[in-house]
């Protein structure tokens, strides 16, 4: 695993993400309009995490990628380029 942070606690979502990337725009405005909190991590302002992206998304930098920590207490679910239903079905895993 690289030094890339990780939730902790359970209900903790956080999305690698640039600048640039409309989906992950999209999904940050459907978070927002649900109340759901997160933590954006920009791969191109933090490169050293850009090495788990490309970790669990078989060598490609692909955005946004989402780490949730479900409210339960479960195991970490990650997903690439997640609808809002997969995020909050994470959540509530």
Known sequence: M???PAPT???TVIM???TWCGYCRRLRT???SEGIGYTVIDIE???ETAAFVEQ???GNRTVPTVRVAPTSGADE???TNPSLRQVKQ???A
């Open 2 to 4: 690289s030094a890339a």
């Open 9 to 11: 606690d359970p209900g």
């Open 16 to 18: 690698y993400s640039t």
């Open 30 to 32: 459907q978070l927002d």
């Open 45 to 47: 302002e933090q490169p």
């Open 56 to 58: 669990v998304n078989g």
């Open 77 to 79: 679910v990650v997903m």
């Open 90 to 92: 994470a959540l509530a």
